[in-house]
């Protein structure tokens, strides 16, 4: 495999010969699986494959070059930024060129106004780091640390943080998008030339072509820099303590503090952070599923077995935990009083303060993400929503009942509804709901559960973001549309006229239907014959 | 957990024996490029400056000089879906082992991710492939002359000067190693002085001979094992409790590489493997060893890979893979844990006059100098790549001297100084320590 000679050697005039290869030996490095999030699954085997060749750009004038020259000898690319998401980051069609954006690592951080500048290449960690170094904090995104922000910003962008830090499209600032045909467009308050302090543009706001609930998985354009809000922090150091497993950040207590609280029911569970949004305190507050706390107890895979053989649905249902992270922004005496509003709330809802770590491990700095494969070997989350609170813990109730019927192959967790918590001082409540499976099984079952949920949540009415471009577009389109499946392939053909960016996405998941024999006997839904796109 | 509710796995056999890759099929597929092999652990991240803890990929940034990469074409090769290419082979060898990977991996996923790497050039060996030119010429060395230089084996004991004792006969075996012996003489001289000022009685082998670690790194695990067998077997002779090395290559492969190569634990070798920073921190400890002389420097200290997250003590181990991936008998993971990091920190932080200070990337996050195990050799040009971006790092804690706990460290990191005109001694630990002791 490889793309064609002309093509390659333009766009080796591009980069230079040392920032792309068609070697085998190179491109396998860019296989999507077998493990990894989704990976060996039925999309992986039957959707991806190794790139024909890869460039890795340095700037955005060189992504503007590789994108024109991909378009005009008809190159399908994909934008790759830490290839951390899944075979949907993928190579998906033969001799396809993979634009890795590692290289694009610029930062810059404006203290004064509150904000960084960074590249596609750019992962959370150093820059919660840089940002706390200023007195400032931002979100270390739930896909870990090691996510590049940028793409996690137009994919996700979210975490317990989101309780005071807000949703994402709040904090993506100045934007540079190069478009699959390689035009530039700047976004916000770059459009004028002006400093990047600002998202909305002085017209329709195009930040929509970057994401909309979860993104649009790199099929209209590679952006290429971003400015993102930071947020004020407090003062003090937090300290890196231990060794490698057991590490965390030891907390100034009198600034930055965890605490748990166990209530009495789901009732009082959802009202107190309910209570604590509307009383504008604490940095974070969220519920976690109990099988994290296994992991972060058992000392490796063959413990966490042990430690949760020991649980059962009684205890499952029984867990009521709220988690608290009380941050004085200001000063200690806020800090305190913010502690003294939260022990009156739970005071009144029967909460009672387990001890808790004075430290953080996940979260502020560190997201584990990849300690989630420990268990069995593969994870996904398979679908989240932003609702109310109360509606928020039904879909992770809903999603339990539904993955009874697919255990094995997914892990068996006595019920647990997963992960939920408060964004945005407790105006929307989050729900995340997490699989696991070991990819050497049969994962049949897993392949059926993942479609079988859009159905449920069509059923359910819950608005997820399982929608567009993350399952067949012909079966979640006509319902929460009618005509939203319409309208984003009118925007592909719009802006990618050729559809050289990331085929076939945004119709993989229908492509995806039609291949797999065995998701066949789920089709009950309309599509075209023919799916209106260019075959690649 | 109820029983319908679980898959009846069947059971597969499973050893951790590096001379089979089918071994490591499961932590290669279950590689999820998280890039924690990469990436300085995040709870350490000093921000977007001094990032990165692999220098492989740091030096080549495409995936595949980078562990992800690597376990991905890993198990490509052992399905045969990927032939040997003078591309492939410096993708596998142009990588000092350095076990960042796997301690990175380790900290969540227990993959392991450094035994890949190592059966996967042992495989390139036996597939006729490996190793590299130039680390063929190291073996024809050894073999020849009994030290990798190509140095003659009489002068291997020229390093003695006058003022350092040696005893005919001791508990204590000073393994020197072909670096302390033919290129770095002054480490041999200052652990020497070191041990004699400890009151530590050292005797040297009677005809020491290299260890062997170029010839296990590259995969040459015939040869490295000829060299185990016959250099345990000398040390043994002597009768000698102990064996003292001042190299982190040579530390690790006693340590942990020849006991994985005979396939018994470190416990059973017969004696202790100890680097001189051990007996120093305990000569210490005990009065024995008086640090007095003030050495008027600020320094830093760069964690030699060997003494590091590499040294975790080796014990066999098979058994079976089953349900979810577990395995049994219990398996106690290697995670660079018992690393010489508080003892070596200990004697530095005792230096009077001194002053220490650490670098942004410390211990199980440190960045290899990047000549060990056959890089210097066969990639000249990544191990100076890495010397320098580490420099980097150096100059930027103000250190105006750098110390070491390997002669691999310290000769590359000199010649990264001479070559950037950088205003920066470098100095091996034994020596800093030999500078306080008032002789």
Redesign the interface.
């Known amino acids: 495999m490889s793309i064609q000679k002309q093509a390659y050697n333009a766009l080796e005039a591009a980069v230079g010969a040392k920032?792309i290869?068609d070697?085998?030996?190179?491109c396998?490095?860019?296989?999507s699986?077998?493990?990894?999030?989704e990976?060996g699954l039925g999309y992986e085997r039957v959707m991806t494959t190794i790139p024909g060749a890869?460039v890795?750009p340095k700037t955005t004038e060189e992504v503007q070059k590789i994108v024109k020259i991909c378009n005009r000898y008809k190159v399908p690319y994909v934008p790759y930024s830490?290839?951390?998401y899944g075979p949907r980051s993928h190579c998906h069609v033969e001799n396809e060129l993979l634009i890795?954006l590692?290289?694009l690592?610029s930062?810059e951080i404006d203290e004064k106004h509150f904000y960084v500048v960074v590249g596609s290449g750019?992962?959370?960690?150093?820059?919660?780091?840089?940002a706390m170094?200023k007195g400032a904090y931002v979100i270390?995104g739930g896909g870990?640390?090691?996510a590049s922000a940028i793409a996690n910003l137009i994919g996700d962008g979210w975490s317990p943080l989101s309780h005071r830090i807000g949703l994402p499209h709040r904090r993506i600032l100045g934007t540079e998008l190069v478009l699959p045909d390689g035009e530039l467009v700047k976004m916000g308050s770059l459009a004028d030339g002006s400093d990047p302090f600002w998202g909305d543009g002085p017209g329709p706001d195009l930040r929509g072509l970057l994401r909309g609930f979860t993104g649009l998985r790199g099929c209209l354009g590679i952006v290429t820099k971003m400015a993102i809000k930071t947020l004020p922090f407090q003062p003090e150091p937090l300290v890196?303590t231990?060794?490698?497993?057991n590490?965390?950040?030891a907390l100034p207590e009198k600034r930055v503090k965890w605490v748990n609280f166990q209530m009495p029911s789901k009732a009082a569970q959802v009202k107190a952070m309910f209570e604590i949004g509307k009383a504008e305190i604490a940095g974070a507050v969220t519920k976690v599923p109990l099988f994290w706390r296994a992991i972060a107890k058992a000392e490796?895979?063959?413990e966490f077995?042990e430690i949760?053989?020991k649980e059962t649905e009684e205890t499952i249902k029984n867990f009521f935990i709220v988690r608290v992270l009380l941050i004085g922004y200001t000063s200690e005496e806020q800090m305190q009083y913010d502690e003294n509003v939260l022990n009156d709330i739970m005071t009144e809802l029967g909460g009672i303060a387990r001890p808790t770590k004075p430290s953080d491990?996940s979260w502020i700095?560190?997201?584990?993400?990849?300690?989630m494969?420990?268990?069995?070997?593969s994870y996904v989350s398979v679908d989240y929503i932003i609702e109310s609170l109360s509606q928020a813990t039904q879909h992770g109730e809903s999603y339990a009942d539904l993955k009874r019927k697919y255990?094995?192959?997914l892990?068996?967790d006595n019920g647990d509804p997963g992960w939920f918590q408060s964004f945005e001082l407790g105006h929307q409540g989050y729900s995340e709901f997490l699989v696991y499976w070991?990819?050497?099984?049969d994962t049949t079952g897993v392949d059926h559960f993942y479609l079988e949920t859009a159905k449920m949540n069509i059923k359910e009415r819950f608005y997820t973001s399982l929608l567009g471009p993350h399952q067949p577009l012909y079966l979640t389109g006509p319902m929460y549309g009618p005509n939203y499946h319409e309208w984003l392939l009118k925007v592909k053909d719009e802006f990618d006229p050729l559809w050289i960016c990331h085929p076939p996405v945004p119709l993989a998941h229908d492509e995806f239907i039609e291949r797999a024999e065995w998701m066949k006997p789920l089709k009950d839904w309309e599509s075209p014959k023919k799916l209106p796109m260019p075959k690649w | 957990m109820r029983k319908d509710e679980m898959f009846d796995t069947p059971k597969k056999k499973v050893a951790l024996d590096v001379t089979n890759l089918d071994n490591f099929v499961y932590d290669m597929d279950h590689c999820i490029k998280c890039k924690g092999c990469y990436w300085v652990e995040h709870t350490y991240m000093p921000g977007v400056e001094f990032s990165v803890r692999c220098p492989s990929n740091l030096w080549n940034d495409f995936d595949s000089y980078g562990a992800f990469g690597k376990m991905r074409i890993g198990l490509a090769v052992n399905e045969g879906k990927l032939k040997w290419t003078d591309k492939l082979l410096e993708v596998i060898y142009a990588d000092p082992l350095c076990g960042a990977c796997d301690v990175g991996c380790k900290r969540n996923l227990d993959l392991e991710i450094g035994l890949s790497l190592e059966a996967l050039r042992i495989k390139a060996v036996k597939d006729g492939a490996g190793p590299m030119p130039a680390h063929k010429k190291i073996a024809k060395n050894i073999a020849a002359k009994h030290n990798q230089f190509g140095s003659p084996h009489e002068n291997r004991k020229k390093w003695i000067t006058k003022d350092v004792q040696v005893a005919e006969k001791a508990d204590v075996v000073y393994f020197v190693g072909c670096s302390g012996s033919y290129v770095n003489p002054e480490i041999a001289r200052a652990t020497a002085r070191v041990l004699n000022a400890s009151g530590r009685k050292f005797m040297l082998l009677p005809d020491e001979w290299c260890c062997g670690n170029t010839l296990y790194s590259v995969g040459m695990i015939d040869e490295a094992r000829e060299l185990a067998k016959r250099n345990i077997e000398a040390v043994r002779a002597t009768g000698a409790k102990t064996l003292v090395t001042s190299c982190a290559e040579g530390y690790r492969m006693w340590k942990v590489d020849y006991p994985k190569l005979l396939n018994i634990a470190t416990s059973d070798l017969g004696f202790n493997v100890v680097h001189l920073i051990e007996v120093a921190d305990e000569a210490m400890k005990k009065g024995d060893l008086k640090l007095t002389k003030p050495v008027d420097v600020r320094f830093t200290y760069h964690d030699s890979c060997g003494v590091s997250r590499l040294c975790d003590p080796w014990t066999p181990w098979s058994g079976e893979r089953g349900w979810m991936g577990t395995v049994s008998p219990a398996l106690k993971r290697r995670r660079g844990t018992t690393g010489l990091y508080a003892q070596s920190r200990n004697i530095l932080n005792a230096i009077p006059g001194a002053k220490f200070v650490e670098m942004p990337r410390k211990r199980e996050n440190a960045f290899c100098c990047g000549a060990g195990r056959g890089t210097k050799e066969a990639f000249p040009d990544l191990a100076s790549f890495s010397a320098k971006h580490r420099l980097d790092e150096v100059k930027s804690v103000s250190a105006e001297v750098l110390v070491s706990a390997c002669p691999w460290c310290k000769s590359n990191f000199s010649q990264a100084v001479k070559e950037n005109g950088d205003n920066v001694k470098v100095m091996d630990i034994a020596e800093i320590i030999s500078a306080a002791v008032e002789l």
């Open positions: 920032y290869s070697d085998p030996a190179i396998e490095g860019y296989r699986g077998p493990g990894g999030y990976s890869v890795m830490t290839g951390f890795d590692k290289r690592n930062f750019v992962i959370y960690s150093p820059i919660q780091q840089e170094n270390i870990g640390a090691q890196p231990g060794i490698a497993p590490t965390a950040l490796c895979k063959e077995w949760w053989g491990e700095k560190n997201a584990d993400s990849a300690g494969w420990l268990m069995c070997g255990t094995p192959p892990m068996p070991d990819q050497d099984e």
